[in-house]
């Protein structure tokens, strides 16, 4: 039996979805998986999102505390539970209409000469370029057996180029992260994944010789050409702006969606305490400071809480401040006065609510005392003292 999940969905400004941050129950760490067929810029957003989701747990929140403090940032929907992590990486594996086009929208449409020359390439594949020819596997006199090595004609580096002057292969496919598309049994490709086979066909060469023999022997190659030439020739005929997204087969390795289907992230709910995880909750930050001669600290600390814990943060920051925020010039006469005044003006957000309900997220925080029963806080009298007897003395001795 597996245990329940909560995630966040995380949108760019654009609308298009990031990749989902989840956690499973019990567990004690927050989890990250971008969406594969996002773009080249979500990709590198995502990187970002990663490296937020770590600092935030940093901070000692639980899992749970840390989707729920990342819920309210923006293009973030709300924390939704789901029966198992399958269910976020079902969602991860999303491919919709908006992806499709944006690789569609690398082809240079504009470049009849560079098209003519992709169905002259292809037309003029013999028989002999297609029985690829490999090189290497022989053994050295010292030993050592040479890699083999595919040896491809000067037919096949044409129509390679080819593909490559169309635009057809674009590093907005992530292809290491996505399954090479196959033909459907009638042996056709919709031109978009006409893009993504040989965008993974071509470049994966790199990575493995033999990618391009085996895209053609397999009949892959010719299958991804017809397709992109039939899209040149009459983009609506192949793809009307009806036709539904999940009309081509995708090997159980992606889910299509039509834009509209996508869930849309719901306004932010009701705020939680990061501490407790109760509610409501006000999003207020306090703040304290540290004076020490020549040297200043600084400290703040952020986010929902609820109307217990936002007062035991609210007293523990302001009596270190009234203790240790004097003890230099700056810090007498600029950065602790400014600190107390900022601290008053937050905690009056926390006073306004009313008692929290039950906590989710962990134990609640205890206010203890007030700051004027804090004997520590009377600390503060000792700098003051010490400037009003200057200003006595001052005015003593000017008279």
Not at 82 to 103: F, M, S, Y
Not at 141 to 152: D, E, N, Q, R
Request: proline share 9%; hydrophobic share 40%.
């Amino acid at each position: 039996m597996t245990n329940p999940v909560h995630y966040i969905t995380v949108t760019a400004p654009h609308g298009e979805v990031i990749g989902y941050a989840w956690a499973e129950a019990g567990s004690d760490d927050v989890e990250w998986i971008q969406r594969k067929a996002s773009s080249v810029s979500a990709y590198e957003a995502s990187t970002a999102w990663y490296s937020r989701i770590r600092e935030a747990r940093g901070r000692g929140l639980t899992p749970l505390g840390v989707l729920h403090l990342l819920s309210h940032e923006p293009g973030v929907g709300p924390v939704t539970e789901t029966a198992d992590a399958a269910t976020v990486e079902e969602l991860a594996r999303i491919v919709t209409r908006a992806d499709d086009q944006r690789l569609l929208d690398q082809l240079d449409r504009d470049n009849p000469e560079a098209w003519r020359e992709l169905a002259d390439a292809f037309e003029s594949l013999t028989d002999e370029d297609r029985d690829v020819r490999w090189g290497g596997g022989q053994k050295s006199p010292s030993g050592a057996i040479h890699v083999p090595f595919p040896m491809y004609s000067q037919g096949v580096d044409r129509a390679v180029d080819a593909l490559l002057r169309v635009g057809a292969v674009t590093p907005e496919h992530r292809w290491i992260d996505n399954p090479v598309p196959t033909p459907s049994p009638d042996g056709t490709l919709r031109p978009a994944d006409a893009v993504r086979a040989a965008t993974a066909v071509i470049r994966g060469e790199k990575f493995c010789d033999g990618s391009i023999d085996n895209a053609l022997k397999s009949g892959l190659l010719d299958a991804v050409v017809a397709s992109l030439r039939a899209w040149y020739a009459d983009p609506s005929a192949v793809q009307p702006p009806d036709a539904p997204a999940d009309a081509r087969p995708d090997n159980g390795q992606a889910r299509r969606l039509p834009d509209q289907d996508l869930p849309e992230p719901p306004d932010p709910s009701s705020l939680m305490c990061r501490f407790c995880g109760g509610s409501p909750a006000a999003d207020v930050a306090f703040r304290a400071h540290r004076g020490l001669v020549v040297l200043m600290g600084f400290r703040r600390t952020d986010g929902p809480m609820c109307m217990t814990c936002g007062l035991a943060v609210y007293r523990a920051l302001t009596t270190h401040t009234l203790a240790w925020g004097w003890w230099s010039p700056l810090s007498l006469f600029v950065f602790a006065p400014l600190t107390l005044i900022r601290n008053v003006l937050a905690v009056r957000k926390v006073r306004k609510l009313p008692a929290p309900g039950p906590g989710t997220l962990g134990p609640r925080y205890d206010p203890g005392v007030p700051v004027r029963r804090r004997p520590r806080a009377y600390i503060a009298f000792i700098p003051l003292l010490w400037v009003l007897f200057m200003i006595v003395t001052g005015l003593s001795g000017g008279v």
